[in-house]
């Protein structure tokens, strides 16, 4: 069976620009492993506006199209398949899929990002996909003309409001404190915004409904006060969870160092504790989780690869 010079897991910014640089840099055998479509997260939004060289009004959809025909035409081989765990024996590395099938690999770029958190409000989970959303882009044509919630008080919520904003009769953005983490000309944007109205200092408490999906949130404040608010969807965008569970080995450990907040510790060149495994992204320590430093990452990492291998192999 052939192994592989480079593994790649997760398909997002940086998957496919490891992929781009290590096939363009002369690693012979390399696979990127993505679950879904190429393109990771960034898909899913509406607008992006700091991606260096992009201007004009551009979804994160479009942003993304090219870069896997680009990593392509180098030689990248893209494998659709959920990978459920890495290990290491030696000095080879095993990609285990889902299916119950194994590839080895002399090195891995992980690339596996990060995914929506749930806030936890009572019926969120029940109402998840009828009424209940965490893509704005995917599902918010279903609410044109209608009034929605959306929940959070960061860059995602911010911008995601005012997209919801121009779709939607009205959009009630609840927070719950009284400031934003939010860039501040995204929060001068909002304030500026008609039909957004700021519900602050309040958590959503429990969303309700019927069989055809959700009719109301209802969110109550610092006081304690409750307020029903009569709306058809709810979009709850409360931050990410880091995805490591493909490092998580037989015996519950880490296959490499990872801090409290299940982040993958690595060195300015994407290095981890484990020789030949490299993390990249959303997934890494003190990560900007930005697609320009995404990609950056998948860079270093490809070209710390290449030596790598050739070192093994030479
Ligand atoms: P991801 O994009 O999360 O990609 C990871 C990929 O790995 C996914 O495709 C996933 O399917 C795949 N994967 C995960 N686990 C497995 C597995 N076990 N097997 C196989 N495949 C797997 N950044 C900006 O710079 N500007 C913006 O305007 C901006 N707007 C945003 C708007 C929204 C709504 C969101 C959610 C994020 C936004 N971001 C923005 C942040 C940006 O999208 C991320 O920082 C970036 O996508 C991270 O890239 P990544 O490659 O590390 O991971
Ligand atoms: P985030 O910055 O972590 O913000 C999450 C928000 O949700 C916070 O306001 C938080 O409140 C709130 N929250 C968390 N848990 C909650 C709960 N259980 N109930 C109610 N509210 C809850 O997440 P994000 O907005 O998804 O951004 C993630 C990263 O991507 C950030 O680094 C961001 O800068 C980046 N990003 C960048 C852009 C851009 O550059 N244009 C766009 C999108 C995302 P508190 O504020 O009180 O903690």
Same mark, same amino acid.
């Given at each position: 069976m052939t192994i592989l010079d480079c593994a790649i897991i997760g398909g997002g910014p940086a998957g496919l620009t490891a992929g781009l640089y290590t096939t363009r840099g002369g690693l012979e055998n390399v696979t990127m492993f993505e679950?879904? &479509?190429?393109?990771?997260?960034?898909?899913?939004?509406? @607008?992006? @506006?700091?991606?260096?060289?992009?201007?004009?009004e551009i979804t994160g959809m479009d942003l993304m199209m090219p870069w896997p025909a680009q990593c392509q035409k180098f030689g990248l081989k893209h494998e659709m398949v959920n990978v459920v765990r890495v290990t290491k024996s030696n000095d080879l590395f095993t990609i285990h899929q889902e299916d119950g099938t194994t590839v080895d690999a002399h090195s891995v770029i992980m690339g596996t990002g990060s995914s929506p958190r749930r806030a936890?409000?009572?019926?969120e989970k029940d109402f998840l996909g009828r009424g209940v959303s965490t893509c704005a882009t995917c599902d918010g044509f279903f609410y044109k003309g209608k009034e929605v919630v959306v929940i959070g008080g960061g860059d995602t919520a911010l911008e995601e409001a005012l997209y919801l904003a121009k779709i939607c009769s009205k959009v009630y953005l609840v927070h719950r %404190?009284? /400031?934003? %983490?939010? #860039?501040p000309n995204t929060v001068e944007r909002i304030k500026k915004s008609e039909n957004i109205e700021l519900i602050l200092n309040s958590f959503p408490d429990e969303v309700y409904g019927d069989s055809a999906g959700v009719t109301g949130l209802r969110v109550k404040n610092r006081d304690g006060e409750s307020r029903d608010i009569s709306v058809p969807g709810i979009f709850t965008f409360v931050g990410n969870d880091v995805n490591?569970? /493909?490092?998580?080995?037989e015996d519950g450990t880490f296959l490499c160092d990872m801090n409290e907040q299940g982040q993958v510790i690595v060195d300015i060149s994407m290095?981890?504790?484990? #020789?030949?495994l490299f993390a990249t992204g959303? &997934? %890494?320590? #003190? #990560?900007?989780?930005q697609v320009i430093s995404a990609a950056g990452d998948g860079a270093v990492a490809a070209l710390q690869a290449i030596s790598y291998v050739d070192e093994l192999l030479n």
């Open positions: 679950k879904g &479509m190429p393109g990771g997260q960034i898909t899913n939004s509406s @607008e992006i @506006e700091n991606y260096p060289g992009v201007t004009g936890g409000f009572t019926g %404190r009284d /400031t934003f %983490r939010s #860039a490591n569970q /493909t490092l998580i080995q290095k981890t504790s484990v #020789a030949g959303d &997934m %890494r320590i #003190a #990560a900007p989780k």
